[in-house]
């Protein structure tokens, strides 16, 4: 099977754009993550999408914002991007989303707000 | 929230030796995990250990934990040039959803 595919790789926009990452799950993967990775904070938590449903969120403002479509497909979107925002960009897929179950992340979306 | 801190933040080995991390964690958890990440790039999911279990086994990892102290280790046992990455661990703040809270990570380099 292939793996969690994010696209695209890189990025580079100034503050005050928009930004939209996609990631496509390991097929028959219905739960997808996303996941924040900067230096200062971490790994923190974005948000889950299950059956194009957001279950779960992190604390992070409304400008950030996810979705996912009928074929698990999923995408983040950030608004109005501050410096802060630079960050590798991680998601992760599993079947159906337990704790228990393994995620599979793929190699992230860096982004770079200057 | 970081809910994980892990000791040492980073730790230099020659290859073969054994590397021991630690990681601790403050809320009651469902199961604890622990992954690697090579040079800023995707997670490997390592092993999962559920809080009824007190060890576990996979290769040349072992895995502890302690839910009495909210403590696990990570021993990776004759250490390879290629174990040469950062080290996480999570846990589920969500009972039984994928809401991984992860540590900040051990940056570990085996030397040759």
């Known amino acids: 099977k292939a793996g969690v595919t994010q696209t695209p790789r890189y990025l580079i926009k100034t503050r005050g754009q928009q930004v939209t990452l996609s990631c496509s799950p390991i097929?028959?993967?219905?739960?997808v993550s996303w996941y924040q990775q900067t230096p200062g904070q971490g790994l923190q938590f974005l948000f889950e999408y299950f059956s194009e449903t957001q279950r779960n969120k992190g604390n992070f403002p409304g400008r950030f914002s996810g979705r996912q479509f009928s074929n698990s497909r999923s995408e983040m979107n950030v608004s109005t991007l501050e410096l802060g925002d630079s960050a590798l960009y991680l998601c992760a897929s599993s079947g159906e989303g337990y704790s228990e179950e393994t995620q599979y992340f793929g190699p992230g979306t860096r982004l770079l707000v200057l | 929230s970081q809910q994980g801190e892990e000791d040492p933040q980073a730790l230099s080995i020659q290859e073969g030796e054994n590397a021991t991390m630690n990681c601790s964690y403050k809320?009651?958890?469902?199961?604890l995990q622990w992954y690697r990440q090579n040079s800023g790039r995707g997670l490997v999911h390592l092993i999962l250990?559920?809080?009824?279990?007190r060890e576990k086994h996979s290769g040349r990892l072992r895995v502890t934990l302690d839910t009495s102290k909210k403590s696990s280790s990570l021993l990776i046992t004759a250490s390879r040039a290629a174990d040469t990455a950062s080290y996480f661990c999570a846990t589920d703040e969500s009972w039984g959803a994928q809401k991984l809270v992860f540590g900040q990570g051990t940056r570990l380099t085996i030397n040759p």
């Open positions: 809320t009651s958890i469902n199961n």
């Open positions: 250990i559920r809080s009824n279990e």
């Open positions: 097929s028959g993967h219905r739960s």
